[in-house]
């Protein structure tokens, strides 16, 4: 049973960039939305470790994104926004974009909703259907999913040990449980990735990270189909 969650942990990142080509990601995501036979809605995320998030949700909510045509499009960080949603009101004119970030980042999100129309004058990002991260998707996860969980879904994974590992280490032997987790998880160049889709997996049904729920809900609304 181990050996088998240990290889799942392994195909956690099939499908998606992992590592320098990552950092590439915001260049090629229209490319990506070219390649679709149907855009209908876009949800815009900062990273990779977001559009791998929102899409284990779709999964776990029921739904087919690539048959509703809805599309998760890494923007390459907050600062990228604006150069999306002109890149996508040029290409897929008829799209209305959804979309997440971290709320440290709502200043950015606003001037770009604002400057390119996507938004009223007097609007909120989230009345234009852009959905803040309290603090950011990491912190939305470990909330869902709850914090005396955690070591249990890191158990479940094999990982515990190296958790522990770093729990042990002088400068973070007496932080919470939550800033650990948190620096455990950007430790790896992998581990951020990995886990954005594992802990959705196992976070209950009625505690999905709310901003990622809406901005799904806003994509699949936009696309005509049913809300999440």
């Known amino acids: ?75 390459g960080g907050a600062q990228g926004t604006a150069r999306m949603l002109r890149a996508l009101d040029a290409r897929h004119p008829a799209v209305a974009p959804a979309g997440l970030y971290d709320v440290a980042e709502a200043a950015v999100i606003r001037r770009a909703l604002g400057d390119l129309g996507f938004a009223g004058a007097h609007q909120t990002p989230d009345e234009a259907g852009f959905f803040a991260c309290v603090d950011d998707l990491e912190d939305e996860l470990l909330r869902a999913v709850g914090l005396d969980a955690v070591e249990q879904v890191l158990d479940a994974q094999g990982d515990l040990p190296a958790f522990r590992r770093l729990q042990q280490q002088p400068e973070w032997r007496e932080r919470d449980i939550r800033s650990q987790v948190r620096r455990w998880l950007s430790s790896g160049s992998r581990r951020k990735l990995r886990y954005a889709r594992i802990l959705i997996e196992a976070t209950a049904d009625d505690r999905m990270p709310r901003p990622l729920v809406d901005a799904l809900a806003r994509a699949i609304r936009a696309a005509g189909g049913d809300q999440a």
């Open 1 to 75: 049973m181990r050996e088998r969650r240990r290889e799942l942990a392994r195909q956690a990142l099939d499908g998606y960039p992992e590592g320098p080509a990552a950092a590439l990601v915001a260049h090629t995501a229209l490319d990506e939305l070219d390649r679709l036979d149907v855009v209908r809605g876009v949800v815009l995320v900062e990273g990779v470790s977001d559009r791998i998030a929102v899409e284990a949700l779709a999964r776990r909510l029921g739904h087919d994104l690539a048959a509703a045509g809805v599309a998760v499009v890494p923007t």
